[in-house]
Each structure stands twice: as structure tokens, then as C-alpha cells.
């Protein structure tokens, strides 16, 4: 069983900052640098799209248009943790955030496409005020 456990959302002005955490664990997940890693995000009535994706090795990111210098994703292989850090934050970034992995043989794979991933995070609330 894997299990995802996604946290760090909450409620911020604009032009703040959040740092939001995924957190993977179960018996058989193996090793986590084995997995591409993503952040997808969801409001209401609308499908979840893509927001960061991190290589298993760490080395290569991907970014949606919209944030950009503003948001960084970031990992550490050796607490099976990724990040996801927010700044310059926007009312239009309110959604939820969803991490998710991705098993890969190929340490420098990103995935975009939420249908790439094998597991999904619970999801964490994002809240921007103007």
C-alpha cells in the first residue's frame, strides 16, 4: 500500500508565500527515487491540471506558464519528501493542490499528464485573498 499525504495549504494574502509538503510512505512503494513527481491543482468544476514536475533524479523541473518563476519544486530522496514552494502568490493560484508520483526507470522523466501518475496525495487547500 502507498500512501501520499500532502500538507502546508492554507489561507494567505496576495503576494504571499506557502510551502506545500508531500509526504510518501507504505510497504510497497520502494524507493522513492524511483518516482517522478508532480503537483496538479483543482478548483471547484474544473479538472485538475498541471502545476510542477520534479525528475527522479531531482535534476530536471517542468512548470506550467502561470507560475513560473513564482512557484519551485524541489525533493529529497533521502525523506521520501517533495515540495512544492509558493511565492508571489495570486487569488487565481486558490485551489486545491494535489501531489502525485509516478514510478519511472528513467531518472530524468517528466510527466504532465495527471493519467502518468500512479498515486495521488489527499489534497491540500490553497487560499489567496486579494
Known amino acids: 500500500q502507498v500512501q501520499l499525504v500532502d500538507s502546508g495549504g492554507g489561507l494567505v494574502q496576495a503576494g504571499g508565500s506557502l510551502r506545500l509538503s508531500c509526504a510518501a510512505s507504505?510497504?510497497?512503494?520502494?524507493?522513492?527515487?524511483?518516482?517522478?513527481m508532480g503537483w496538479f491543482r483543482q478548483t471547484p468544476g474544473k479538472e485538475r491540471t498541471f502545476v510542477a514536475t520534479?525528475?527522479?533524479?531531482?535534476?530536471?523541473?517542468l512548470y506550467e506558464d502561470s507560475v513560473k518563476g513564482r512557484f519551485t519544486i524541489s525533493r529529497d530522496n533521502g525523506k521520501n519528501m517533495a515540495y512544492l514552494q509558493m511565492n508571489s502568490l495570486k487569488p487565481e493560484d486558490t485551489a486545491v493542490y494535489y501531489c502525485?508520483?509516478?514510478?519511472?526507470?528513467?531518472?530524468?522523466?517528466?510527466?504532465?499528464?495527471?493519467?502518468?501518475?500512479?498515486?495521488w496525495g489527499q489534497g491540500t487547500q490553497v487560499t489567496v485573498s486579494s
Open positions: 520534479i525528475s527522479a533524479s531531482g535534476r530536471s523541473t
Open positions: 507504505g510497504r510497497t512503494f520502494g524507493t522513492f527515487g524511483s518516482y517522478v
Open positions: 502525485a508520483a509516478s514510478y519511472t526507470e528513467d531518472v530524468n522523466t517528466l510527466h504532465v499528464l495527471g493519467g502518468k501518475y500512479d498515486y
